[in-house]
Structure formats: structure tokens, C-alpha cells
């Protein structure tokens, strides 16, 4: 299963606004509903940020949001925050193996 | 509060097979809306997922790894395990367990470095 293609980098100013694509293909992304985008401090474990391509588990900010459109799921980061500056990796459920799932190559956003 | 720690050796030798144990404290792994899985992460690279597993035993694994992996759980002991076989370089990484609902891992334990060396 090959991964999800993400931008590798990408900034942002304080309080701009930024947008992460993650496009697959009708396989993952684009033929389920199972999208999920993971926030990564340097040397800590990834944490849940969106699930089901729009929901926010309890507790993140509503300055997250998720959508998709075809074979691209997008995570849009508002009023971007020092605190933000982290990789981003999105994952997608995969029909090519049984409760598969296959993850992007992940985006570092740099708060510039 | 549900934590997930790994634990297991930090090097293992070129061809040999790699052990990792995944304790649950803070909910029971015997629950039956979730699945419990692995994930892992070379040094500066990506997220890959290895596989999950269910308290029934019931196992679902990345293709690309199936031939080397095996998962399996001990609900006596709230603990599910990783076994990867003749591992190479190629398998040093920060490995993660993590709970699954449906395909989404959360929360994650603190990942441990295996590091893969003769």
C-alpha cells in the first residue's frame, strides 16, 4: 500500500491561516469517509487531531478542521499559535488489506 | 486515564527477531469497541502502520510486513505483543502501540527506539 502524498514543509505567520492536502486514491482517501490528520512535537508520540475526516476528538482546539474533496483530504490550521510548529501526518482507512490503514509522508509546519 | 507503555530490548542483532510487550493500564483491553495496534517510525521518516489485533485474537497486518509479523494479546495480563522476524537495518525505528477505534489510534504510548545492530 503506498502512502498518502502530503507537501513535505510548509509556514505560516502567527494568526494566518494554513492549509495541509493529503491526496491518496479512490482506494483510501477518496472512496471512504476514514480520514485522520496527527499533530507530532519533536520526540513525542503522535496525538489525534480530526478523525472521520471532520471530527475533533474532545479536547483540540476548534482552530482544527478537516474536510475532503475527491482523493484529498485537507487539514486547515487557523489563527495559527507558536504552540502549532509540528509535523502533520494524515491517514486514510485502505481497502487493499482488511482494516488496513496507510499514513502520509507528513508536512512540518514551521510558525514563522 | 488510559496510558499504553512499550516495553522491550533497545537492540537487537541483524536476523534475529524483535520483541515488544504493550501494557494498557486504565481500561480493559477486553473491551469490545476497540482494537489495539502497532505502529512504527525509522529515525527522521514517516509513520508506517504494522498491525492490530483484537482481544478476541482476531489479527490484521500491513501486506508489506505480514510475512515477518505476528501480534498476539494476553488479556489476563492487559498486554499485547509484537514479534517481528529477521529484522534488518531497515527496522530501526521508534516503535508505537496505540489503541484503535475503527482506524484511528488513540491515545499512543511514549514509543520506544529499537535499534537494529550487530
Known amino acids: 500500500q503506498s502512502a498518502l502524498t502530503q507537501p513535505a514543509s510548509m509556514s505560516g505567520s502567527p494568526g494566518q491561516s494554513i492549509t495541509i492536502s493529503c491526496t491518496g486514491t479512490?482506494?483510501?482517501?477518496?472512496?471512504?469517509?476514514?480520514v485522520s490528520w496527527y499533530q507530532q512535537h519533536p520526540g513525542k508520540a503522535p496525538k489525534l487531531m480530526i478523525y472521520?475526516?471532520?471530527n475533533r476528538p474532545s479536547g483540540v482546539s476548534d482552530r482544527f478542521s478537516g474536510s475532503k474533496s475527491g482523493n484529498t483530504a485537507s487539514l486547515t490550521i487557523s489563527g495559527l499559535q507558536a504552540e502549532d510548529e509540528a509535523d502533520y501526518y494524515c491517514s486514510s482507512y485502505t481497502s487493499t488489506s482488511t482494516l488496513g490503514v496507510v499514513f502520509g509522508g507528513g508536512t512540518k509546519l514551521t510558525v514563522l | 486515564q488510559l496510558q499504553l507503555q512499550e516495553s522491550g530490548p533497545g537492540l537487537v542483532k541483524p536476523s534475529e527477531t524483535l520483541s515488544l510487550t504493550c501494557t494498557v493500564s486504565?481500561?480493559?483491553?477486553?473491551?469490545?469497541?476497540?482494537?489495539w495496534g502497532w505502529i512504527r517510525q525509522p529515525p527522521g521518516k514517516g509513520l508506517e502502520w504494522i498491525g492490530s489485533i483484537y482481544y478476541s485474537g482476531s489479527t490484521y497486518y500491513n501486506p508489506s510486513l505480514k510475512s515477518r509479523v505476528t501480534i498476539s494479546v494476553d488479556t489476563s495480563k492487559n498486554q499485547f505483543s509484537l514479534k517481528l522476524s529477521s529484522v534488518t537495518a531497515a527496522d530501526t525505528a521508534v516503535y508505537y502501540c496505540?489503541?484503535?477505534?475503527?482506524?484511528?489510534?488513540?491515545?499512543w504510548g511514549q514509543g520506544t527506539l529499537v535499534t537494529v545492530s550487530s
Open positions: 496505540a489503541r484503535i477505534l475503527a482506524v484511528n489510534f488513540d491515545p
Open positions: 472521520d475526516v471532520t
Open positions: 479512490s482506494s483510501d482517501v477518496g472512496g471512504y469517509n476514514y
Open positions: 486504565g481500561d480493559s483491553i477486553s473491551s469490545t469497541n476497540y482494537y
